[in-house]
C-alpha cells in the first residue's frame, strides 16, 4: 500500500517562507503525477499547484510566481516551495501523489492523498 507523509509546516510571518515535503513510502515503480492542494474551515479544497508527466505544471493564480512544485524520483517525495506567505495561504495542505506500482508484474496505477499539514500565516 502507498502512503504519504507530509512534512515542513508551522506558522510562519507574512513574508516568510516554507517548504513542504511529502515523502511516498511503499512499493512505487514511479512517480506520474502530483499535486498540492489546500483547504479552509468551510470551504472546498482547493488546488494550489499540479503536474503530470508530459504536461505543464499548474498553479492556482493566486500563488503564481510564490510557490513552486517539484519532486525527487529518487526519494519519491514532493516537494512545494513557498515564498512570500500572505495570511490568506493558512489552509491545511494536502499532497496527493499519482503512482505507478508493480503487483506480481501487473501494472495498477492509483492515486494515494497525505494526511494534510497545517501552514499558519500570521503576525
Known amino acids: 500500500q502507498v502512503q504519504l507523509v507530509e512534512s515542513g509546516g508551522g506558522s510562519v510571518q507574512p513574508g516568510g517562507s516554507l517548504r513542504l515535503s511529502c515523502a511516498a513510502s511503499?512499493?512505487?515503480?514511479?512517480?506520474?503525477?502530483m499535486g498540492w492542494y489546500r483547504q479552509v474551515p468551510g470551504k472546498q479544497r482547493e488546488l494550489v499547484a499540479d503536474g503530470h508527466s508530459g504536461s505543464t505544471i499548474r498553479y492556482a493564480d493566486s500563488v503564481k510566481g510564490r510557490f513552486t512544485i517539484s519532486r525527487d524520483n529518487a526519494r519519491n517525495t514532493v516537494y512545494l516551495q513557498m515564498s512570500d506567505l500572505k495570511p490568506e495561504d493558512t489552509a491545511v495542505y494536502y499532497c496527493?501523489?499519482?503512482?505507478?506500482?508493480?503487483?506480481?508484474?501487473?501494472?495498477?496505477?492509483?492515486?494515494?492523498w497525505g494526511q494534510g499539514i497545517q501552514v499558519t500565516v500570521s503576525s
Open positions: 496527493a501523489v499519482d503512482y505507478l506500482q508493480y503487483r506480481d508484474g501487473t501494472p495498477i496505477v492509483g492515486r494515494t
Open positions: 511503499g512499493s512505487i515503480s514511479s512517480i506520474n503525477g
